[in-house]
Structure formats: structure tokens, C-alpha cells
């Protein structure tokens, strides 16, 4: 089966710079996304990370750890449009391709 | 990018009836899918609905309950059959494509509430 774990809210300030950390534990591990979802709104594609290490893009960077079974989403800059949900989802082939999700972090951010 | 079309985009439904919800894709996909989130929630995986065969279930979830179709590469229904207020959730399509690297797009969603 899969476990993906994640705070549930985390409130950061405008300006400031949030990390939002995801464990996961998967038997057919493939890759590990980061989503971002708007109140109302599907979720649209943040990140993807196969291998170990850092992607940048822009204000946005994530991390993983398939040793560790970690992740995170750093967020740089926050800004005020930045409130949102966030989903990390992890990549299992058990059995096909398919992608499971975590129940997301609520990000408040405050002025 | 993909463009995914789904609609309702949000229904009234009474207990016992069913719904069917249409996702159409603008080009060719490899994948579909289809999720539901519940108020508050995450997306849970409902099935994979796969071209020209039967839809792949992911536990607690089974074909009675919610058909599939997907008669070509750009569009499939899910049937939510005899509802109950359970059922009362947003369902999702969302489509991989080939060269998306692993991403998925997803439809604006289908809000159902069941009375």
C-alpha cells in the first residue's frame, strides 16, 4: 500500500520563505509531484522529482531523499496569491501507472 | 498543455438516481483517469479508465457502483450509479500525455451534491 504524510496547515508571512515537508512510503516508488490547488479550483503541476537532489524553478524549489523517503516543496518570496493547498503525490507503477496523493498542506499567507 | 472539457460542472442529484459526467480532451491521450475529493480532502483515486477495455478500480471503489467508459483516446464518462449523500463529493478527470513527463492535467471538476 502506500502512506503519505504531511501537515495538515502551516501559516507563513509575506516575504518569507516556507518549507513544506512530505514522507512517503510506496512499494513501486517512480517519482514524487508537487501540486499546488487554489479553494475551488483543480490542481495544477508544481514540480517533479525523480532523482535525489534539488530542482529549482523560480520561487518555487523541491527536494527528495528516495533513501529517506522525504520530500519537500520550498516556497521563497511568499506572496499573498501563494495561499493554497499543496499536494505532494507520489508516483506508483505498481500495477500500471498511477498517481496517489496526499491530503495536502493548507499554506496561509499573511501580510 | 492539455485542454480537458468536463461537464456538469456541478449537479443536484436525488438518492437512488445516477449521473453521468463527460470528460473530452482536446488531443490524443496515453492516460485517464479519474479521481474524487471529498470536502477537505485530498483526490482519491477512483480507476484508471483504460481504451477499449474495462476501467482499472483501485480498492474500495468497484463497476457497479461507477462505470467507465472510454471509447477513444480523448474522452470518457464515470457513472456515479444509485447515489447516496456519501457520494456528494467533486469528481475529477485527468489525462497524462506522452510528453508531459509524468504530469497530470485535470478538468475543472464536476461538484455533485446528493439529496
Known amino acids: 500500500g502506500q502512506n503519505i504524510d504531511q501537515p495538515t496547515e502551516m501559516t507563513a508571512t509575506e516575504g518569507a520563505i516556507v518549507q513544506i515537508n512530505c514522507t512517503y512510503q510506496?512499494?513501486?516508488?517512480?517519482?514524487l509531484f508537487w501540486y499546488q490547488q487554489h479553494a475551488g479550483e483543480a490542481p495544477t503541476f508544481l514540480s517533479y522529482?525523480?532523482?535525489?537532489g534539488l530542482e529549482e524553478k523560480g520561487r518555487f524549489s523541491s527536494f527528495l531523499s528516495r533513501s529517506k523517503g522525504y520530500s519537500y516543496l520550498l516556497l521563497k518570496e511568499l506572496q499573498m496569491k501563494d495561499s493554497a493547498s499543496y499536494l505532494c503525490a507520489v508516483r506508483d507503477d505498481t500495477g500500471g501507472f498511477k498517481t496517489i496523493f496526499g491530503a495536502g498542506t493548507r499554506l496561509f499567507v499573511k501580510a | 498543455s492539455a485542454v480537458i472539457s468536463q461537464k456538469p460542472s456541478r449537479d443536484i442529484c436525488q438518492r437512488g438516481t445516477s449521473l453521468t459526467i463527460q470528460c473530452q480532451v482536446d488531443?490524443?491521450?496515453?492516460?485517464m483517469f479519474w479521481y474524487r475529493q471529498q470536502p477537505g480532502q485530498s483526490l482519491t483515486l477512483i480507476a484508471t479508465a483504460n481504451q477499449g477495455s474495462e476501467a482499472t478500480y483501485e480498492s474500495g471503489f468497484v463497476i457497479d457502483k461507477f462505470p467507465i467508459s472510454r471509447p477513444n483516446l480523448t474522452f470518457s464518462t464515470l457513472t456515479v450509479s444509485n447515489m447516496s449523500p456519501e457520494d456528494s463529493s467533486i469528481y475529477l478527470c485527468?489525462?497524462?500525455?506522452?510528453?508531459?513527463?509524468?504530469?497530470?492535467?485535470f478538468g475543472s471538476g464536476t461538484q455533485l451534491s446528493v439529496l
Open positions: 510506496t512499494s513501486g516508488f517512480n517519482g
Open positions: 485527468s489525462v497524462k500525455r506522452e510528453d508531459s513527463n509524468e504530469k497530470l492535467f
Open positions: 488531443s490524443q491521450v496515453t492516460m
Open positions: 522529482n525523480v532523482l535525489d
